[in-house]
């Protein structure tokens, strides 16, 4: 950040797939746009028109993906140019205190104005090494995807006597293929992770956390290792999108709690097989298997309830070391303050309102008494209300 004494110019661009909407504040006043190719060429020609004027500038752009990202990193590394990458929901309540209407030139004008008035969080570009391992793990999963449909397009032609066997020919060397273009892009992710000297260790204390094999610590660490070392715990579970979601209002309004789904997409899907084997499998994870069927006397396999052992909740600690899918926030802080760390999520995820019912929780965790935790809720929650 720099002083408040320094002059500098905010400006906003809208990006999309073919152009570049920009909109420069002038030093008189006023907006100066100009419109540039989503190219590198472009990229150029925009940063030699940023730094026409000799002023420091700062930039603010909504994150779009791979459209935004070489833009990104060609102005982070320019001279006299600080940017900001923006999460579009927040840049989309900000606008609608602004304007009504949304054309390319008004969004750029909004970011603009973000830049003005909002405070200037620098983007920080990611690892190139940990860039591509993100890339690999997202196209694995969507090569997943398409091997799931096909595998069943080629049930349903084989359950009727009426299908054509060339069909089912062809899907059975569809699947054949998408699984030799999954295999060949995991060696190509594991070989990655051999030759990087920060990304292996962090690989290797996945698979040492029970219930993560290959496949799931390839992926968890696709979508993690991007991610800032000094997040908390409440970053982190907010970025995963399973933090609880209530909805009260007054006496009357009284909604399940659910997860937000607000976070990486990603990272909840590959934490799920995780949670999943932590549930059905004491022996992989003592403290949460319990901990789950106490607090699900049902023992329904919801979304919902394995959310509960894909965060770190006070009950998924034994010892000294995290032993759920979500503790693995690779972060050296949390790892070598377990006590931290677990008080943090007990204020976290707790829905008492004083601290001695939160303690009260916490000990009984600790003490393997599990089955009757909700007995210090208030009267009208019940077991399924236990916060995730």
């Not at 752009?61 to 001279?79: I, V």
């Not at 579970?237 to 009357?252: C, K, Q």
């Not at 303050?337 to 009984?364: A, C, G, M, N, Y």
Request: include cysteine; proline fraction near 5%; charged fraction near 20%.
């Amino acid at each position: 950040m720099h002083k408040p004494s320094e002059v500098f110019a905010c400006c906003g661009i809208d990006v999309s797939a073919a152009q570049l909407v920009v909109a420069l504040e002038s030093i008189g006043g006023g907006w100066r746009q100009r419109s540039f190719p989503n190219r590198t060429r472009g990229h150029q020609a925009l940063i030699l028109w940023l730094q026409k004027d000799g002023t420091r500038v700062r930039v603010c752009l909504e994150a779009t993906g791979l459209y935004s990202l070489d833009l990104a990193l060609a102005l982070h590394a320019a001279s006299g140019i600080e940017v900001a990458v923006l999460n579009p929901k927040v840049v989309n309540r900000f606008a609608a205190t602004l304007c009504r209407s949304k054309t390319d030139p008004a969004d750029a004008q909004v970011l603009a104005e973000y830049a003005r008035r909002m405070p200037f969080q620098p983007w920080h570009p990611p690892q190139a090494a940990a860039l591509e391992l993100r890339t690999i793990t997202r196209h694995i999963a969507a090569l997943t995807q398409q091997h799931t449909r096909q595998s069943n397009r080629l049930h349903a032609a084989s359950a009727s006597t009426t299908g054509s066997r060339w069909v089912r020919q062809d899907l059975k060397r569809s699947l054949r293929d998408l699984q030799r273009r999954v295999e060949k892009m995991r060696r190509a992710a594991l070989a990655l992770l051999e030759q990087d000297v920060e990304l292996r260790p962090r690989f290797a204390l996945l698979l040492s956390m029970p219930g993560i094999g290959e496949i799931s610590a390839l992926h968890l660490l696709g979508e993690l290792a991007l991610l800032a070392p000094g997040l908390t715990v409440r970053q982190w579970v907010a970025h995963s999108g399973l933090d609880p979601a209530h909805h009260e209002s007054g006496t009357s309004v009284h909604k399940r709690s659910r997860i937000s789904r607000a976070g990486n997409r990603y990272l909840r899907r590959a934490l799920y097989m995780p949670a999943l084997v932590a549930v059905r499998h004491p022996t992989c994870a003592p403290s949460t298997s319990p901990w789950w069927h106490a607090t699900k006397p049902n023992c329904k396999l919801s979304s919902r309830s394995l959310a509960s052992c894909c965060t770190p909740s006070s009950a998924c600690f034994a010892g000294s070391r995290p032993t759920t899918a979500r503790a693995c926030c690779l972060t050296s802080n949390f790892l070598a303050s377990p006590s931290l760390l677990e008080r943090e999520v007990l204020l976290h995820f707790s829905r008492e309102k004083t601290l001695d019912d939160q303690e009260r929780i916490f000990k009984r965790s600790r003490a393997g008494t599990l089955d009757d935790c909700h007995t210090v809720t208030n009267a009208q929650k019940t077991s399924e209300d236990v916060p995730v």
